[in-house]
């Protein structure tokens, strides 16, 4: 069977601390859009293979499945094919959205013997933005992000611009100084603008820092920003977005620059 896995976008990311097991406190409000990887699903032996050829031992989605084999306690018997569209390293959750996606679908090939708190478990453990993933659509995340409140799905149309770089999610935690951090957040006032299309509250303090250590995140965002929009940089980087449609001076500008540009939806799973 052919599946459909989801990019996100995170309309707006906020640091709030460093938690004692090493991670950041995180509020993010995640956003499913329509940017997909197909996933191939069939009977056979357990393997999990990529088009861009990561290699099966560190792809979250076999971590995943060897997870959940401990839950069932038997073995599973599918062939995963994953054809990459979504850019890796840009900040819109790809390989976490695989995991939730196949484990949600083994998981109904398979009569649904986990809960969802058990693919919840499963998927936190392999990564923080999966669990989001098992939900779609709009949501807040709190906690690392794994702490998934589902809001009124947005209809939003969604530029996105990818320069051509790979952020390292853990080295962009990595350099958060205090700096970084936000004391206190209105999260319901957030929220409540949001909902009501006041989207100038959104910021991502996360990707000020990735600006910082990658010039090509900063390069695109100036740019944007230069032609009056408001842009936000998704995740850790490097992906660079803003709400709305794409202009020919963006377009024009993104060819010239030789960076990719995707004019995406919000998904909501219908």
């Given at each position: 069977m052919r599946v459909l896995s989801p990019a996100k976008v995170n309309l707006g990311l906020w640091l709030l601390g460093r938690r004692a097991d090493g991670y950041h406190e995180i509020f993010t409000i995640y956003q499913a859009v329509s940017l997909f990887d197909e996933i191939f699903i069939k009977e056979g032996p357990l393997k999990v293979e990529t088009s861009s050829l990561i290699p099966q031992e560190k792809n979250l989605v076999y971590k995943a499945l060897r997870l959940m084999?401990?839950?069932?306690g038997r073995d599973i018997d599918f062939s995963i094919y994953i054809k990459k569209n979504i850019p890796e390293g840009a900040g819109l959750g790809g390989g976490s959205s695989n995991c939730a996606t196949?484990?949600?679908?083994?998981?109904?090939?398979?009569?649904?013997?986990?809960?969802?708190?058990?693919?919840?478990?499963?998927a936190k453990e392999v990564s923080s933005d999966a669990v989001f993933f098992l939900y779609g659509g709009t949501a807040v995340g709190r906690g690392?992000?794994?702490?998934?409140?589902?809001?009124?799905?947005?209809?939003?149309?969604?530029t996105l611009v990818y320069p051509n770089v790979v952020a390292s999610t853990r080295r962009v935690y990595s350099?958060?100084?205090?700096?970084?951090l936000t004391d206190k957040i209105e999260d319901d006032k957030i929220i409540s603008c949001l909902l009501e299309g006041k989207f100038?509250?959104?910021?991502?303090?996360?990707?000020?820092?990735?600006?910082e250590l990658f010039p090509e995140i900063k390069e695109a965002y100036r740019f944007?920003?230069?032609?009056?929009?408001?842009?936000?940089?998704?995740?850790?980087?490097?992906?660079?977005?803003?709400?709305g449609e794409a202009s020919e001076q963006v377009k024009k500008g993104a060819a010239l620059r030789g960076w990719r540009l995707y004019e995406v939806k919000s998904y909501n799973g219908v």
């Open positions: 084999e401990k839950y069932l196949v484990l949600k679908v083994v998981n109904q090939l398979l009569g649904e013997p986990l809960s969802v708190e058990d693919l919840e478990n499963i690392r992000g794994d702490v998934v409140e589902p809001i009124k799905h947005l209809d939003l149309k969604i350099a958060v100084r205090d700096a970084s100038e509250v959104l910021e991502n303090t996360l990707g000020q820092v990735a600006m944007l920003e230069y032609l009056g929009y408001r842009p936000v940089v998704s995740g850790s980087g490097s992906c660079v977005f803003y709400i």
